[in-house]
């Protein structure tokens, strides 16, 4: 039985163990120069001639001797006997020590005319002029860069010197199955290592992805030691919890030696290392956000320290748009969002949930909480690290609140028009109160309208704030379920519900109001699911019989759908901000032709009203 970690250790204090007890493999390589963009050299590269090796010319012209043109003027033009016709890059010999450039001579019947003096080295490009033989061109431990693969071939180089560091990537688990195979419910598709080997590579490090190993300690045992024979670093994805079929910890100590089982960080926290035959061990959680995390947090921290090049991150300080509870004691690691707003930077918190691998693809960063800070405020300046250039956010329209493929049409048609659109998800309420504390451009929501009933006014809490509202498109909400069924026999079925503010409960509970049906009779009512978008995919799966959802839903589930209502929806954008570049751009896009026929392809949508503003 696997053993349960007793301790936690700090993250600060694990990253030192890390470093002390994993020591740099000084491993070298040499690679061709076409290859070795984002390698770090592992010696000093110098030039073995000089450049450009003798003087030439810099402009097309004639070659001349500087001295015997000294009396040359508009007044009394000379002419040009011992002259040589150059051109760009082509050598000049003594005792020519100047060009004219070729637009200032004249041709007079044969003769070249000059009006004008030349200068001593006017033109010239002495010998070594941009490097000498000898010269440093790239220092030790520098990452090369695309404008550094550019001057090594011309200064000759075929070959670097790199540093080399060979990852192994072990995935454990009898529930995972390949890339390419369809998983069971029960079963998972491995994706850690894919992760791990792209991030790691990045860095200039040499990964093998090992097949992956069913939860049976000897294979596990044995796929290891030949990982540790094979590579400077191993990592073992899963195994590394609490679990009957976690058996990292037990492997470790019996091949080599544990380090530590249990760090404080979040997500992460049964994260071990340990060492086997001088080989560093990372053993990481199989939940992929936990996973990515390790991998960043500890994997390429060491192979940093170890001399490879680090991913490009970029320091960001930005107002925290919603409030944040931590843990003291514990190091989080939270995905964030971050745009630009009213001339300031905002960012937004992602989901937390370590099996929520979707919150990584929508992130453009993180934000680190230390384990000596419980929790971060609404409005309050924090560090925030992003993976791209502050300045691709500068002018990118920022869109809080529910999402839909709606939305994520609206952005890749803004993309054809050199505009990324960045899209938050917070549901209606968190997209509402983003508008009222100017943290977004725009709000979208799912907006229930029902003919003849006026629905609750989710606008109230933005106190009388003048807003516009545009309509991108509308849809059917009602009932789905396996089978027909009215809106009656909602006193008689289970049902799924969602949470308060969501256009699906709004609308329900509108109509049990209207029809007098008291919802302590509705079965499943105090049940809510987060994610109203997996309602219909529940009833599927006989969760419940019916749910209120939209008809894109229930149609895409293979249910029946009894319409009831309608889902229009909308962004919302503060008045006042209607003239900003971003409003502008996303209402215009809204507006256009090329977006309403884009959304005339899908079913279930209805785009008379697409484009309308309303205030």
Same mark, same amino acid.
């Given at each position: 039985m696997?053993?349960?970690y007793?301790?936690?250790?700090?993250?600060?204090?694990?990253l030192?163990?890390?470093?002390?007890?994993?020591?740099?493999?000084?491993?070298?390589?040499?690679?061709?120069?076409?290859?070795?963009?984002?390698?770090?050299?592992?010696?000093?590269?110098?030039?073995?001639?000089?450049v450009?090796?003798?003087?030439?010319?810099?402009?097309?012209?004639?070659?001349?001797h500087?001295?015997?043109?000294?009396?040359? !003027?508009?007044?009394?033009? *000379?002419?040009?006997?011992n002259?040589?016709?150059?051109?760009?890059?082509?050598?000049?010999?003594p005792?020519?020590?100047?060009?004219?450039?070729?637009?200032?001579?004249?041709?007079?019947?044969?003769?070249?005319?000059?009006?004008?003096?030349?200068?001593?080295?006017?033109?010239?490009?002495?010998?070594?002029?941009? *490097?000498?033989?000898?010269?440093?061109?790239?220092?030790?431990?520098?990452?090369?860069?695309?404008?550094?693969?550019?001057?090594?071939a011309?200064?000759?180089?075929?070959?670097?010197?790199?540093?080399?560091v060979?990852?192994?990537?072990?995935?454990?688990?009898?529930?995972?199955?390949?890339?390419?195979?369809?998983?069971?419910?029960?079963?998972s598709?491995? !994706?850690?290592?894919?992760?791990?080997?792209?991030y790691?590579?990045g860095?200039?490090?040499?990964c093998?992805?090992?097949?992956?190993?069913?939860?049976d300690?000897?294979?596990?045992?044995?796929?290891? =030691?030949?990982?540790?024979?094979?590579?400077?670093?191993?990592?073992?994805?899963?195994?590394?919890?609490?679990?009957?079929?976690?058996f990292?910890?037990?492997?470790l100590?019996?091949?080599?030696?544990?380090?530590?089982?249990g760090v404080?960080?979040?997500?992460?926290? &049964?994260?071990?290392?340990?060492?086997?035959?001088?080989?560093?061990?990372?053993?990481?959680?199989g939940? &992929?956000v936990?996973?990515?995390?390790?991998?960043?947090?500890?994997?390429?921290?060491?192979?940093?320290?170890?001399?490879? %090049?680090?991913?490009?991150?970029?320091?960001?300080?930005?107002?925290? %748009?919603?409030?944040?509870t931590s843990?003291?004691?514990?190091?989080?690691?939270?995905?964030i969002?971050?745009?630009?707003?009213?001339?300031k930077?905002?960012v937004?918190p992602?989901?937390r949930?370590f099996?929520?691998?979707?919150?990584?693809?929508r992130?453009?960063?993180?934000?680190? *909480?230390?384990?000596?800070?419980?929790g971060?405020?609404?409005?309050?300046?924090?560090?925030?690290?992003?993976?791209?250039?502050p300045?691709?956010?500068?002018?990118s329209?920022?869109?809080v609140?529910?999402?839909s493929?709606?939305?994520?049409?609206?952005?890749?048609?803004?993309?054809?028009?050199?505009?990324?659109?960045?899209?938050?998800?917070?549901?209606?309420?968190?997209? *509402?109160?983003?508008?009222? !504390?100017?943290?977004?451009?725009?709000?979208?929501i799912?907006?229930?309208?029902?003919?003849?009933?006026?629905?609750?006014?989710?606008?109230?809490?933005?106190?009388?704030? &003048?807003?516009?509202?545009?309509?991108?498109?509308?849809?059917?909400?009602?009932?789905?379920?396996?089978?027909e069924?009215?809106?009656?026999?909602?006193?008689?079925?289970?049902?799924?519900?969602?949470?308060?503010?969501t256009? +699906?409960?709004?609308?329900?509970?509108?109509?049990?109001?209207?029809k +007098?049906i &008291?919802?302590?009779?509705?079965?499943?009512?105090?049940?809510?699911?987060?994610?109203?978008?997996?309602?219909?995919?529940?009833?599927?799966?006989?969760n419940?019989?019916?749910?209120?959802?939209?008809?894109?839903?229930?149609?895409?589930?293979?249910?029946?759908?009894?319409?009831?209502?309608?889902?229009?929806?909308?962004?919302?954008?503060?008045?006042?901000t209607?003239?900003?570049?971003?409003?502008?751009?996303?209402?215009?896009?809204?507006?256009?032709?090329?977006?309403?026929? =884009?959304? !005339?392809?899908?079913?279930?949508?209805?785009?008379?009203?697409?484009?309308?503003?309303s205030?």
């Amino acid at each position: 039985m696997a053993k349960r970690y007793l301790s936690l250790i700090s993250f600060t204090d694990a990253l030192e163990r890390m470093k002390k007890s994993a020591q740099p493999p000084n491993r070298t390589e040499t690679v061709l120069l076409d290859v070795a963009a984002g390698r770090v050299t592992a010696e000093p590269v110098y030039a073995k001639f000089s450049v450009p090796g003798t003087n030439v010319a810099a402009m097309d012209g004639l070659a001349v001797h500087s001295l015997g043109t000294s009396a040359a !003027s508009d007044q009394s033009p *000379i002419v040009l006997h011992n002259a040589v016709r150059v051109n760009t890059g082509q050598s000049v010999q003594p005792p020519h020590d100047a060009v004219i450039m070729i637009e200032d001579v004249w041709d007079e019947e044969g003769r070249w005319v000059i009006r004008k003096p030349a200068s001593p080295r006017q033109y010239i490009r002495p010998a070594g002029e941009d *490097i000498k033989k000898g010269d440093l061109i790239l220092p030790r431990r520098h990452r090369i860069r695309a404008i550094d693969i550019g001057a090594l071939a011309s200064y000759g180089i075929p070959f670097v010197n790199v540093f080399a560091v060979r990852v192994g990537i072990i995935s454990t688990g009898s529930e995972l199955v390949p890339l390419g195979m369809m998983p069971l419910p029960e079963q998972s598709v491995e !994706s850690n290592n894919f992760f791990a080997e792209a991030y790691l590579s990045g860095m200039g490090a040499t990964c093998t992805r090992y097949p992956i190993v069913p939860d049976d300690p000897d294979k596990i045992e044995e796929q290891l =030691r030949q990982a540790v024979r094979e590579n400077d670093l191993v990592l073992l994805s899963a195994g590394s919890s609490a679990g009957t079929t976690d058996f990292t910890e037990e492997i470790l100590k019996k091949t080599g030696k544990l380090l530590f089982h249990g760090v404080g960080i979040k997500p992460g926290k &049964p994260v071990m290392m340990g060492i086997v035959e001088k080989v560093p061990i990372l053993g990481m959680p199989g939940y &992929p956000v936990a996973a990515q995390t390790i991998v960043r947090e500890f994997a390429a921290r060491l192979l940093e320290y170890w001399g490879m %090049a680090p991913h490009p991150t970029y320091s960001l300080r930005a107002k925290l %748009a919603q409030r944040l509870t931590s843990e003291l004691g514990f190091d989080e690691f939270v995905p964030i969002t971050a745009g630009r707003v009213d001339g300031k930077y905002v960012v937004f918190p992602l989901s937390r949930g370590f099996g929520v691998q979707s919150a990584l693809v929508r992130s453009n960063g993180y934000l680190h *909480i230390p384990s000596s800070v419980e929790g971060i405020e609404i409005q309050q300046e924090v560090d925030v690290t992003l993976f791209d250039n502050p300045a691709r956010i500068d002018k990118s329209p920022f869109i809080v609140g529910s999402q839909s493929i709606l939305l994520h049409i609206l952005a890749d048609h803004m993309i054809e028009q050199g505009i990324v659109l960045r899209c938050c998800p917070t549901g209606n309420l968190g997209g *509402i109160l983003a508008l009222r !504390s100017g943290t977004c451009h725009a709000a979208a929501i799912h907006l229930p309208l029902l003919e003849d009933h006026t629905l609750p006014d989710p606008f109230k809490i933005l106190k009388n704030r &003048p807003v516009l509202r545009i309509v991108i498109a509308e849809q059917s909400l009602g009932l789905a379920s396996r089978k027909e069924i009215q809106f009656s026999d909602i006193r008689e079925i289970p049902i799924l519900n969602t949470e308060r503010g969501t256009a +699906n409960r709004t609308l329900l509970d509108t109509l049990l109001a209207i029809k +007098n049906i &008291p919802v302590s009779l509705v079965k499943g009512y105090a049940e809510e699911v987060k994610n109203p978008e997996v309602l219909a995919s529940r009833v599927a799966n006989f969760n419940a019989d019916a749910a209120m959802c939209t008809q894109a839903s229930a149609r895409s589930a293979g249910l029946s759908f009894l319409p009831v209502g309608t889902d229009s929806y909308e962004l919302v954008i503060r008045e006042e901000t209607r003239e900003d570049p971003g409003v502008d751009a996303l209402i215009r896009s809204i507006q256009s032709s090329s977006f309403k026929e =884009r959304l !005339s392809e899908l079913k279930d949508y209805r785009t008379e009203k697409t484009g309308i503003i309303s205030r």
